[in-house]
């Protein structure tokens, strides 16, 4: 199990400043093919079209792959600064989804109980004496 903070998977900073770094060699790499096709002699009418096509894509994708590890990276340094404030200062909002869970839990608990009574799994004695515990325990 790795110690990174939860989000995307894949997301952490590392992997988005590596992807930065690749990305603008990427970008880099493109211009430098375009300035060497660029003096190489004219093969014919094709070649032009096949250098601006290539142009168009390649650097569509680095701009793009650009543009995503810096909002990744954003991304990480928002999360971390609401992380910090939400554990220095709990919130309502933060025990609401240990609420639910609990809610959830117990009326899962109580379909369960009523399932096996309907299947005949569990008498009405035992029925009753696990639902009066169910209800001791949730309030």
């Given at each position: 199990?790795?110690?990174?903070?939860?989000?995307?998977?894949?997301?952490?900073?590392?992997?988005?400043?590596?992807?930065?770094?690749?990305?603008?060699?990427?970008?880099?790499?493109?211009?430098?093919v375009?300035?060497?096709?660029?003096?190489?002699?004219?093969?014919?009418?094709?070649?032009?079209?096949?250098?601006?096509?290539?142009?168009?894509?390649?650097?569509?994708?680095?701009?793009?792959?650009?543009?995503?590890?810096?909002?990744?990276?954003?991304?990480?340094?928002?999360?971390?600064?609401?992380?910090?404030?939400?554990a220095?200062?709990?919130?309502?909002?933060?025990?609401?989804?240990?609420?639910?869970?609990?809610?959830?839990d117990?009326?899962?608990?109580?379909?369960?109980?009523?399932?096996?009574?309907?299947?005949?799994?569990?008498?009405?004695?035992?029925?009753?004496?696990?639902?009066?515990?169910?209800?001791r325990?949730?309030?």
């Amino acid at each position: 199990m790795s110690s990174t903070k939860k989000g995307r998977p894949g997301q952490s900073r590392p992997r988005s400043i590596l992807g930065l770094v690749l990305a603008i060699i990427g970008l880099w790499f493109g211009f430098v093919v375009l300035n060497l096709t660029g003096k190489a002699v004219d093969l014919g009418g094709g070649e032009k079209a096949l250098r601006i096509v290539f142009g168009i894509v390649w650097f569509t994708v680095w701009i793009g792959a650009i543009v995503m590890n810096v909002l990744n990276l954003y991304s990480l340094s928002r999360s971390k600064t609401a992380g910090s404030q939400t554990a220095a200062s709990p919130t309502a909002e933060a025990a609401a989804p240990r609420r639910a869970e609990e809610s959830s839990d117990f009326e899962t608990k109580f379909r369960k109980l009523e399932s096996l009574k309907r299947d005949g799994l569990v008498s009405e004695e035992e029925y009753q004496r696990k639902r009066d515990e169910f209800m001791r325990d949730k309030w």
